[in-house]
């Protein structure tokens, strides 16, 4: 890729993004309204684009390595949050939930889509698949029980594992394992479901990347500091975590492939749980939230700048 291309690809991420910001600065959505849209996005457009990832993916033995190996490293991330979370003296009952909620597909998947193509998001889908079930089978049941005291057993687990999302993973495998994802599309009503769910997702990335620059707030010098050690913290115990786990493990089942190195990089520097801030505000007090929407803008700004940094420094990489 050259980097006249690069940044024709990277534009209309910032462009997006500053747009969102315009509406903001002008009150052109009420909050209800940004949250619906998020909800939306995240509940039912976010599925679509996995989906039709999937359902267009050639799968290979090392997409199913990359997804435990994700798995592994959110894992680990979890815990080390606990371990240290006093040791830096975070007061936010929250912050060890912190380290380990990713961006797969708030972020990931329209920055990594926009500049590099959904055909090129193999990589990228495995280690989702790693993600989303990490959330569901292990971050969901934590963070209810660690922020609310709620008993999370079989039943909340197969609630999550039925949601839109893992419905759409499943679905997608399913077509793809048995066999039949070209006989199905090959049909008028198969082909018009595949078609439907597609241009769905499609519209995501651009709802989402507005939606962010809709959210961020400069108005609080004091919260905006206590987000930024959140996000100084997230990402010292990410990347080398991460990095650690690609180097001995992710790296000898891929190699140095140029669309792994990017789908890895775009994964673990994009944070923006919105399951997270949802059981902060509803768990949590005011400020709690307040400090955690602050993070979720800061860390959306900061890993859009890593992300388009990286991107610009390719053809360097590369050459």
Not at 3 to 11: D, F, N, Q
Not at 112 to 141: A, C, D, K, Q, R
Not at 180 to 204: C, M, N, P, Q
Request: proline share 4%; aromatic share 14%.
């Amino acid at each position: 890729m050259q980097p006249e291309h690069l940044i024709r690809s990277v534009l209309p991420v910032i462009l997006l993004i500053i747009f969102g910001f315009w509406l903001q600065k002008r009150h052109y959505f009420s909050e209800e309204t940004v949250q619906g849209v998020t909800k939306l996005v995240s509940d039912y457009l976010i599925p679509c684009t996995i989906f039709t990832t999937f359902i267009g993916l050639d799968l290979r033995p090392e997409h199913f390595g990359l997804a435990a190996c994700t798995f592994l490293i959110q894992l680990l991330l979890l815990g080390l949050g606990f371990l240290t979370a006093r040791l830096f003296h975070f007061k936010r009952r929250f912050a060890p939930l912190y380290p380990c909620a990713f961006a797969f597909g708030f972020m990931a998947i329209p920055l990594f889509s926009t500049v590099f193509g959904l055909e090129n998001m193999g990589y990228l889908t495995s280690m989702g698949v790693g993600h989303e079930l990490f959330i569901g089978l292990v971050f969901m049941p934590v963070a209810r029980i660690y922020l609310k005291g709620e008993t999370a057993g079989p039943r909340q687990i197969g609630k999550n594992l039925l949601s839109p999302l893992f419905v759409m993973i499943f679905l997608a495998l399913a077509l793809q394992l048995l066999g039949i994802r070209d006989a199905v599309s090959a049909t008028d009503l198969g082909g018009g479901v595949i078609d439907t769910i597609s241009k769905l997702g499609g519209i995501s990335s651009t709802l989402i990347l507005i939606t962010v620059g809709y959210r961020i707030h400069m108005d609080n010098p004091d919260k905006i500091r206590e987000s930024l050690r959140l996000v100084a913290w997230r990402y010292l115990l990410i990347f080398s975590v991460s990095y650690g786990v690609k180097f001995f493990l992710m790296d000898p089942m891929v190699g140095q492939d140029f669309y792994f190195n990017a789908a890895f990089f775009t994964l673990i520097s994009q944070h923006g749980s919105v399951i997270l801030n949802a059981y902060i505000s509803e768990y949590g007090s005011l400020e709690d939230s307040q400090i955690a929407s602050n993070a979720f803008a800061s860390n959306a700004v900061i890993g859009m700048a890593l992300f388009v940094l990286y991107v610009c420094l390719l053809p360097l990489l590369w050459s």
